[in-house]
């Protein structure tokens, strides 16, 4: 069966310092992955998405980037985070466009 | 207008209770509509997934589709404390561009009250 990992969990990072937060698939080959960030009040916001390795389609600019060096694998970062960017990020993975995504369980980012 | 508009609630029911959750869209080249389960500080979960106008039933829960109205609907029967959480509705075209993309609704957070 597929499953997603996401980690860490829960991060707190300082205004100005890095970011790289990492996102696994298995138990599938090729898939379509998401980035997406959850802001209290503002609902599910799509950052990048990837339909192959090195394949990466940005939906919001900003000083977060995301780079699939890999088939099953997905990486968000930055190289100086902001205030602004504390949010609860997902990652997600599809078979195929327009089909249920699978999500996995977050990561927390607080940016103090 | 919004491409997805969702009442963010906070919807209160007592135990047993039937339970209805809407959206509303703009686009019309939406072919795939999606419900998802939120629990507090843990990723959305995939709950009903429904192509095209219709109706979807499983066990508790049925998924309703109207294209012509550009409405969609989830009910709860039997409520239960365990469905307290955030509803997630989620749509998408079935081609062109941007059909990679779901597009969600705020979310509606559920209370079911012992």
């Known amino acids: 069966s597929q499953t997603i990992h996401q980690w860490p969990a829960t991060l707190v990072q300082p205004v100005g310092s890095p970011l790289s937060l990492e996102c696994t698939v298995e138990g599938t080959s090729n898939p379509n992955l998401y980035w997406y960030r959850q802001a209290a009040g503002r609902g599910l916001q799509l950052l990048f998405y990837?339909?192959?390795?090195?394949?990466i389609s940005s939906e919001v600019p900003q000083n977060l980037s995301a780079s699939r060096p890999q088939d099953r694998q997905f990486i968000l970062s930055s190289k100086k985070l902001l205030l602004s960017d504390s949010g609860f990020y997902l990652c997600?993975?599809?078979?195929?466009?327009?089909?249920?995504?699978?999500f996995g369980s977050g990561t927390r980012l607080t940016v103090v | 207008q919004k491409e997805v508009e969702q009442d963010p609630g906070p919807l209160s029911v007592p135990e047993g209770a039937i339970v209805s959750l809407n959206c509303t869209y703009s686009?019309?080249?939406?072919?795939?509509f999606m419900w998802y389960r939120q629990y507090s500080r843990k990723g959305p979960e995939l709950l009903m997934y429904?192509?095209?106008?219709g109706n979807k039933e499983d066990g508790r829960f049925t998924a309703q589709v109207d294209k012509s109205s550009k409405y969609i609907s989830l009910f709860i029967r039997d409520s239960q404390p365990s469905d307290s959480a955030t509803y997630l509705c989620?749509?998408?075209?079935?081609?062109?561009?941007?059909?990679?993309?779901?597009?969600f609704g705020k979310g509606t957070k559920l209370s079911v009250i012992p």
């Open positions: 989620a749509m998408s075209a079935g081609s062109g561009a941007g059909s990679y993309q779901l597009t």
């Open positions: 429904t192509y095209s106008s």
């Open positions: 990837s339909v192959g390795i090195g394949q």
């Open positions: 686009n019309s080249a939406f072919q795939y």
């Open positions: 997600a993975w599809s078979v195929s466009r327009g089909n249920g995504y699978t």
